[in-house]
Structures are given as structure tokens and as C-alpha cells.
């Protein structure tokens, strides 16, 4: 499956944003699918998952209750309804894909598109 994330940009501390991320390939439909983030200088976080069928998500302690993971399987992509967005939400991210439930960490997996940069300006 190959990943194409988009909808970074600048936006004002308290703003909203929301990424898409689109899949192609065969069966990526039965992927769940990731959100990690990068800041410069940090090491890659895990912010949601959804998976693939039931659309069951997880998210992180830290984004829980401002981000939200959505997918639409007919567009085959991902979504991530980012609220209130501060200056520490500023980093690249990243959507990625795997066959497996669980993962929280970028070795669990496979696939990953080309990460976006959100900027939030204080």
C-alpha cells in the first residue's frame, strides 16, 4: 500500500487543522492506519490508529480529546481533525499502515507516506 499525507500548514495557537492521508494499492482497505508525529530534535510519536473494518480507534493519552482519527474506506483515506492546536503541536506528521492492531510504536509499521509539517504559531 503506498500513503500520500497532505493538509499541513500554518496555523494560529487555537486553531483547527485537518490532515488526510490517501492509500492506494491492493487491499488497503484491510490496513489500520496510523498517525505518528516528529518535532525537530524529538524521536516519532504515536498520536491515533483506527482500524480497518470497525473503525475501532486509539489514541494517545496526550491527544485524546482534541485530535480525531476518521477514515472513509470509499475514498480509501484517513483523516485527523486536529482542535486547538498549540506551538507543541508543531512537528511533521506521519500516516502509516499495517495489517496488524496494537501498535503504538513506528516499528509496528509497514508502511508510511511522506509526512506533512503543521506549523502552530504562538
Known amino acids: 500500500v503506498q500513503l500520500q499525507a497532505s493538509g499541513g500548514g500554518l496555523v494560529q495557537a487555537g486553531g483547527p487543522l485537518r490532515l488526510s492521508c490517501a492509500a492506494s494499492?491492493?487491499?488497503?482497505?484491510?490496513?489500520?492506519m496510523g498517525w505518528f508525529r516528529q518535532a525537530p530534535g524529538k524521536e516519532r510519536e504515536f498520536v491515533a490508529r483506527?482500524?480497518?473494518?470497525?473503525?475501532?480507534?486509539y489514541y494517545s493519552d496526550s491527544m485524546k480529546g482534541r485530535f480525531t482519527i476518521s477514515r472513509d474506506n470509499a475514498k480509501s483515506t484517513v483523516y485527523l481533525q486536529m482542535n486547538n492546536l498549540q506551538p507543541e503541536d508543531t512537528a511533521v506528521y506521519y500516516c502509516?499502515?499495517?495489517?496488524?492492531?496494537?501498535?503504538?510504536?513506528?516499528?509496528?509499521?509497514?508502511?508510511w507516506g511522506q509526512g506533512t509539517l503543521v506549523t502552530v504559531s504562538s
Open positions: 494499492g491492493r487491499a488497503r482497505g484491510s490496513y489500520v
Open positions: 483506527i482500524g480497518a473494518t470497525n473503525s475501532r480507534t
Open positions: 502509516a499502515a499495517d495489517l496488524n492492531w496494537g501498535g503504538t510504536h513506528p516499528d509496528d509499521y509497514k508502511h
